[in-house]
């Protein structure tokens, strides 16, 4: 790093692309701390004037005269190397981090860092044992991947040596981090355009594992073998969770009306408590396990471990229910991966309906193709499928791949499948379609809640 931004908080920082949910959380913690904070985006948002309402210089576009006086830049990796402003900092010589970078940087500060990396469930885990450490009083400082509402927001910006945050493996970026705590929910195929197969994203987490150091702790998925395969390999404390194996285990599990879960907690033989959760599926159950084991590992109380994740009622995305109308119940969720997409499917299954519409919006060109089979064969709990055009997000389109070719797929193995190209065209489907006693489900990591928010305000009375 240039220079040490945590002693000199008169440096002015740029941030391009701080309308994203980490960098934007990123940017608030330097506004806490009394930095001068500026950034760019290529459109408004509510988390762009956000910022601006905090002190933040926000520049809506990228552009070179965006680099006024600054003393650093950071940017996310999502921004091509020909960014105008990265371009300009080039030119400038001034200094550039990017986004993982500076997240590592800040976490050095922090003695007790718990980093929650996996394919999936890493928003909710995160948001999980953020409650539990809030409710213990560790007073955290807290990056999520969504906006949780106990803190109002996607980042808290404690006063303690804890620091919460999520570590994603996208592009290793994970590997730049200093965990104390790092979790291991579980390591599947993903982020493909990256890298070369399923061994080299394992052997990826194996080298995040190895970033703990030997007093610290691996908290590991005993019923994922690549996690537990890991946890073989490292050199620091592990403890292990699961339903069939690990130390730490749920037992006795039963699902109320609404699919959410109470169960017993056992160490081992010993058993610790039992617990309710408020938020459905059996996916939920792992993701409180790997919170609970953190919490072991900093000696949190049971009683303080059962308030925080009593009070845990979801992140905003992640099967939240936004609304019912004419008895129709509308849920979103973040799933944009086969395996989240069964367990969301799986979860809304315990939940009352007649039957249960899904639309849903592939994310990403590269992660369509080559997960198209395993995606093809995720919505045999629906009754009516609905396919948005694919989010693009970073990508451009190639050609190769399109929501039809997938719909085609998806037709082909016996399941009821729309393709629709407008947003407006699914929702006039959907309240053609629509009775009471149905669920209707968006799932995507895009902007398919918009669906959802346009049925509820078309039809509510």
Do not use: W
């Amino acid at each position: 790093m240039a220079f040490d931004f945590l002693e000199d908080t008169n440096k002015k920082i740029h941030f391009i692309g701080i309308g994203g949910i980490s960098m934007s959380a990123l940017a608030e913690i330097l506004l806490y701390r009394g930095y001068k904070v500026s950034g760019s985006d290529k459109s408004e948002s509510s988390i762009t004037e956000r910022l601006s309402k905090k002190g933040a210089e926000i520049y809506i576009g990228h552009n070179p005269s965006n680099i006024n006086e600054v003393d650093l830049i950071v940017y996310t990796a999502a921004i091509s190397k020909d960014n105008p402003e990265l371009t300009k900092a080039q030119e400038l010589n001034i200094p550039t981090l990017d986004r993982a970078e500076f997240l590592g940087s800040i976490m050095k500060d922090h003695k007790y860092n718990v980093a929650i990396s996996g394919t999936h469930g890493k928003t909710t885990t995160t948001s999980m044992f953020s409650h539990i450490a809030l409710s213990s009083n560790l007073d955290p400082t807290i990056l999520v991947g969504g906006n949780l509402d106990i803190i109002n927001g996607n980042v808290h910006v404690g006063n303690s040596e804890y620091f919460i945050t999520e570590a994603c493996e996208y592009k290793a970026s994970f590997l730049k981090f200093f965990p104390y705590i790092g979790i291991i929910l579980n390591v599947e195929a993903d982020h493909l355009d990256f890298y070369k197969d399923i061994n080299d994203i394992e052997s990826t987490f194996l080298k995040f594992a190895n970033l703990i150091p030997s007093n610290g702790y691996l908290i590991a998925n005993g019923d994922d073998n690549r996690a537990l395969n890991i946890s073989k390999k490292v050199n620091c404390n592990v403890i292990t969770f699961g339903l069939k194996n690990g130390d730490i285990k749920a037992k006795n599990i039963i699902f109320n009306a609404n699919g959410c879960p109470s169960f017993d907690v056992y160490n081992n033989e010993k058993k610790l408590f039992s617990i309710s959760l408020n938020v459905p599926g059996e996916h939920n159950i792992l993701n409180s396990l790997a919170s609970i084991s953190a919490a072991l590992a900093l000696n949190i109380g049971n009683d303080s471990i059962i308030k925080g994740l009593s009070s845990f009622f979801g992140t905003h995305r992640r099967f939240e229910i936004k609304g019912k109308t004419h008895g129709i119940t509308v849920i979103d969720d973040y799933a944009h991966h086969p395996t989240e997409i069964k367990a969301t499917l799986n979860a809304v299954k315990n939940f009352p309906h007649n039957r249960i519409f899904c639309v849903f919006q592939p994310h990403t060109y590269s992660r369509t193709i080559s997960l198209f089979d395993d995606f093809s064969n995720s919505f045999f709990n629906t009754d009516i499928l609905v396919l948005a055009d694919i989010y693009a997000a970073r990508e451009k389109d190639t050609g190769i791949v399109s929501s039809d070719t997938l719909g085609n797929k998806i037709r082909d193995n016996g399941i009821y499948c729309k393709n629709l190209h407008t947003f407006n065209d699914i929702t006039n489907f959907l309240r053609t379609e629509l009775k009471e006693g149905d669920v209707l489900l968006t799932v995507g990591a895009g902007d398919i809640y918009k669906v959802g928010e346009m049925f509820l305000n078309n039809t509510a009375s």
